[in-house]
């Protein structure tokens, strides 16, 4: 679990025991819980136990019934938690109540993903984006918070009860998230430079995307190794978060056309909405991908929840509009794979053992290459731009020199092909 001084800085100690707790109205919980599970295990904590209460909705006072509260109490006690970690967000009346009951350390769910994120981003872009998602999480909860946001924030609303110290500490968070959107809005200058630079090249943008932990960035590095860029491989660990700033890889096949591979932050249920508004900009990669590689985990006992996590997440950013393949990875950890592995608009792979990745290359090229005609042109010397234009824009696969001009071979969006037809030869010239 990570902890925070005064300054911001991190602090780590020693691995909790949690109980995780839950209020549901019906019994479709349990992967939500399996998932909290998970988070929880991501961030070095032991979980031990759980607790699941069946009602309506939640007690505003205690989140769960006072029975239910009676009952955590005493299973914290018998099995030595120091930690309950709820699966749904607090408030901070709530957390104050708890904690005081239970007698034990208090985390909802979105203090634990925010928790990860903190441990694991890397870039300056990264620290910031979470930063301001923590701060927009304690701006409302400075009153009533007790010692969780003692926990959290450092000093920041602990020092004193007093209205005017509550005033001081929110004008103080306020100022900083000022401070970090106005930093923020530079970075997204800067990417959206870049964006318009690769739009001018017109290099297609494909966007690795899906449930935290499913391969994605173990499919990149797949990729570029079988595209002889090993050394540009991005981390890749079998961890909840591993990869939140994204990694641009341009990816140059044997045979096909180039692209840019674009490797995403992952995405859990329940995603706290700051943490998603804080990352939005990072995200508009996504939304602006010529394709979207959507990709699950065949091994996963219930992968079609995963499947609607990522999706539900997607069009909240981008909508249903862009097109994508879906990629079933992990095949190797199964024996529950399709007799036709690819047909449709899905491919099965192993970003492991790279099995049908080449199935999945050729996918790519295919709908990436769907406005493009193959087709040959003789320019003579003297239009020089039009070869520099078919060169930066096409995908050439051969060049001759003639007497009478260049001749291109290759494949041209439709866009340049009508452009430049007076230079097209059809006959048996080329």
Not at 69 to 84: H, K, N, R, W
Not at 146 to 164: A, N, V, Y
Not at 278 to 283: D, N
Not at 382 to 402: F, H, I
């Amino acid at each position: 679990m990570i902890r925070f001084n005064e300054q911001n800085e991190v602090l780590r100690s020693d691995a909790y025991r949690a109980i995780i707790a839950a209020v549901a109205a019906d019994g479709s919980i349990e992967h939500s819980m399996d998932e909290l599970e998970g988070l929880a295990e991501a961030d070095g904590v032991e979980v031990i136990g759980r607790l699941i209460q069946y009602r309506q909705k939640p007690e505003s006072a205690t989140y769960l019934g006072r029975g239910k509260v009676e009952e955590l109490a005493s299973l914290c006690g018998s099995m030595e938690a120091d930690t309950v970690i709820f699966n749904d967000e607090l408030s901070g009346i709530q957390m104050r109540n708890l904690e005081e009951t239970l007698g034990c350390r208090v985390i909802d769910r979105t203090i634990l993903i925010l928790d990860i994120f903190a441990s694991r981003a890397t870039s300056r872009e990264g620290k910031l984006q979470v930063e301001l998602a923590q701060l927009q999480y304690r701006l409302p909860r400075l009153t009533g918070f007790g010692r969780s946001l003692s926990r959290l924030g450092g000093g920041i609303g602990t020092r004193g009860p007093g209205e005017k110290k509550l005033e001081t500490d929110r004008r103080h968070i306020a100022g900083r998230i000022d401070d970090i959107r106005a930093e923020l809005k530079k970075c997204a200058a800067t990417r959206s430079l870049q964006r318009e630079e690769r739009t001018r090249s017109q290099i297609p943008v494909v966007a690795l995307m899906g449930y935290t932990n499913a391969g994605k960035s173990a499919i990149m590095n797949r990729i570029l190794e079988m595209t002889s860029r090993e050394e540009k491989s991005v981390g890749s660990e079998d961890m909840l978060f591993a990869t939140l700033d994204p990694q641009h890889r341009k990816i140059v096949p044997e045979q096909g056309a180039e692209f840019v591979l674009i490797d995403t932050v992952g995405f859990v249920s329940k995603l706290p909405h700051a943490l998603v508004e804080a990352f939005k900009s990072t995200l508009e990669e996504v939304r602006n991908a010529h394709l979207l590689l959507h990709v699950a985990d065949t091994s996963y006992e219930d992968r079609d929840f995963q499947i609607e996590v990522a999706e539900k997440v997607m069009r909240e950013i981008c909508g249903s509009r862009t097109e994508r393949i879906m990629v079933y990875n992990k095949i190797d950890l199964t024996d529950e794979v399709p007799l036709d592995v690819s047909g449709g608009d899905a491919v099965y792979v192993s970003a492991k053992t790279g099995e049908n990745m080449d199935r999945l290359l050729a996918r790519i090229d295919e709908k990436i290459t769907g406005d493009m005609v193959r087709a040959s042109f003789l320019i003579p010397y003297d239009k020089g731009r039009v070869v520099s234009a078919l060169c930066e824009k096409g995908q050439v696969e051969s060049m001759e020199y003639a007497e009478q001009g260049t001749r291109l071979t290759g494949r041209f969006r439709r866009e340049d092909h009508g452009r430049y037809r007076e230079y097209e030869v059809t006959d048996g010239t080329v």
